[in-house]
C-alpha cells in the first residue's frame, strides 16, 4: 500500500467552478499534513497547513479525517491561475527526520 | 530574506563529468533534502540532514553523495554522472515539525 495516494487527474473544471479532491495516507499516526501547489517547472509551494478542526484560507478549505486516514482540498470559485498540480503531503512517520511524505500529486486545469 | 537558493539553475554535463549542486539556507533550519522529480514519479528522496556534519540516505541514494560541513549548506554531488541522473533537483530544508520550503530547483542533463 503506497503511503500517500492521490488521484493524479486531470481534473477539467470550468472557471467559477468548485472543486475538491482527497488524498489518503497509510499510517494512522501520521500527526502534520499539508498541501503544496506546484507550477509546471516550478518549485512546490506550502499552500496551507491541515488542521484537526479544518481550516479554510480564502477560497481553499483543507479537511482531515483521521477515522478514514484521508485529507481534503476544496477549491471555491476557481480562477484560471488555480491550475496547478496540488501535492499532499503527510508525515507519515512522526518523530522521523526523513521528512515529510509527498504524493505524486493532483493536476487540475481550470477552462475559461 | 532568500530562502532556500540553489545553484546552479541549469547544467548540462557528459556521461562520467562530476559536479556539485549547492543549496544554502538562511532559516537557521536544522533539516535539510535533496529530491530529484521526474516526469510521473513525483518528488523521490535523495539523501537528507538533520543538522551539522550529519547526512542520511533516503529513497534513491546511488550515484549520489552529500556533505553538511555548515548548517546553511547542503552539498549534492555527482561523482561519475549518468543519463539516468538527468531531472530536476530541489532542495528543501524546514524546521522541527514544520512543512519543507523549496529552492527554485535546477535542471541537471546528462549527455
Known amino acids: 500500500r503506497k503511503e500517500v495516494e492521490q488521484d493524479p487527474g486531470p481534473f477539467n473544471v470550468p472557471e467559477g467552478a468548485t472543486v475538491a479532491f482527497n488524498c489518503t495516507y497509510s499510517n494512522s499516526a501520521s500527526q502534520s499534513f499539508f498541501w503544496y501547489r506546484q507550477d509546471c517547472r516550478k518549485e512546490p509551494k506550502l499552500l496551507m497547513s491541515?488542521?484537526?478542526s479544518g481550516n479554510e484560507d480564502g477560497r481553499f478549505t483543507a479537511q482531515l479525517n483521521r477515522a478514514s486516514q484521508y485529507i481534503s482540498l476544496l477549491i471555491r470559485d476557481s480562477k484560471l491561475s488555480d491550475s496547478a498540480t496540488y501535492l499532499c503531503?503527510?508525515?507519515?512517520?512522526?518523530?522521523?527526520?526523513?521528512?515529510?511524505?509527498f504524493g505524486k500529486g493532483t493536476h487540475l486545469i481550470i477552462q475559461p | 530574506n532568500a530562502g532556500v537558493t540553489q545553484t546552479p539553475k541549469f547544467r548540462v554535463l557528459k556521461t562520467g563529468q562530476s559536479m556539485t549542486l549547492l543549496c544554502a539556507q538562511d532559516?537557521?533550519?536544522?533539516?535539510m533534502y535533496w529530491y530529484r522529480q521526474d516526469p510521473g514519479m513525483g518528488l523521490r528522496l535523495i539523501h537528507y540532514?538533520?543538522?551539522?556534519?550529519?547526512?542520511a540516505k533516503g529513497e534513491v541514494p546511488d550515484g549520489y553523495n552529500v556533505s553538511r560541513l555548515k548548517k546553511q549548506n547542503f552539498l549534492l554531488g555527482l561523482e561519475s554522472a549518468a543519463p539516468s541522473q538527468t531531472s530536476v533537483y530541489f532542495c528543501?530544508?524546514?524546521?522541527?515539525?514544520?512543512?519543507?520550503?523549496f529552492g527554485d530547483g535546477t535542471r541537471l542533463s546528462i549527455l
Open positions: 491541515v488542521y484537526s
Open positions: 528543501a530544508s524546514r524546521g522541527f515539525n514544520q512543512p519543507q520550503h
Open positions: 540532514s538533520v543538522g551539522e556534519g550529519t547526512t
Open positions: 532559516m537557521n533550519h536544522e533539516y
Open positions: 503531503v503527510v508525515n507519515v512517520f512522526p518523530g522521523g527526520a526523513d521528512g515529510l511524505t
